[in-house]
């Protein structure tokens, strides 16, 4: 038989329908950190490591959420003092978590630019037009993908080639083209060098989903803060018509 009564057992039902919702958002946690670590992985050798904590922290927290959902809803069911006192405790330590990972990835969206400029810049003298390494590989995937080169504008590589030779993903091969393409940094023909330079089109890629990764966190931590709110007013009500003192 249930000891509330009232508004305290319709909020005790509600918080039961949020730990549903919870165990949903632990799930998109799980899928957006996933998702965002998949993306950056592809980018890895030009990333810093906090790319990939974000994302993993997430996934984490994500697992947790679905481990404590049961807590939740066990404990509402059972009106059990003690399992709802503890779903209170870990879904408030869950919210603070979840803000830090918000902000977080917020923070990360602007230091996008400048941490990946330095990688950028430090990964051109890798760059080898003779033997192929995952840096060269990866600089013609960006050059070609983004249809920029260099890191600001073509002329970065004139340290790397002093004869003006750029590679050959700075160029966009002309329609109807036959024999050997050639890419210099004398092509006057936008249409065939790429002018832009990487880090503003893959600075704002990576920061974007940076963004994502932020307000996952956020939106699903003001959520959760209901939750917190919803189960320590549920702990009161039966820890008072158990008569249980203390917080045991």
């Known amino acids: 038989m249930s000891l509330l009564t009232g508004s305290a057992n319709a909020v005790k039902y509600t918080l039961f ?10 799930i998109i946690l799980i899928a957006v950190g996933a ?17 990939f904590s974000i994302p993993t922290f997430l996934i984490v927290i994500g697992s947790f959420i679905i481990v404590i959902s049961f807590f939740g809803c066990w404990g509402a069911v059972k009106e059990n003092y003690c399992l709802v006192l503890s779903f209170s405790i870990m879904l408030a330590i869950i919210f603070i978590l979840e803000l830090a990972a918000g902000i977080s990835g917020y923070v990360l969206r602007n230091d996008a630019s400048e941490l990946i400029g330095k990688s950028l810049k430090a990964s ?16 013609d995937d960006v050059q070609r993908s983004f249809d920029c080169c260099g890191v600001t504008n073509f002329m ?3 340290e790397r080639f002093p004869s ?16 050997t393409l050639t890419c210099t940094n004398t092509v006057q023909s ?8 990487c880090l503003g089109g893959f600075s704002n890629y990576i920061a974007a989903h940076a963004v994502s990764l ?24 039966i820890k008072i018509r158990n008569g249980i003192t203390g917080f045991i």
């Open 17 to 26: 329908g949020f730990n549903l919702i919870f165990l949903i958002t632990g």
């Open 190 to 197: 936008t249409d065939n060098l790429h002018s832009d330079g």
């Open 214 to 237: 932020g307000a996952a966190g956020v939106v699903i931590a003001i959520l959760q803060f209901f939750g917190v709110i919803f189960a320590c007013y549920i702990a009161r009500e």
């Open 35 to 51: 998702g965002v670590g998949a993306v950056y992985t592809g980018y890895e050798l030009f990333l810093a490591g906090k790319f």
């Open 124 to 139: 051109m003298a890798e760059y080898n037009n003779e033997t192929q390494n995952p840096t060269t590989a990866l600089w």
């Open 164 to 179: 003006g030779e750029l590679p050959i993903s700075c160029c966009t091969p002309i329609v109807g083209q036959v024999g």
């Open 156 to 158: 970065d590589w004139k």
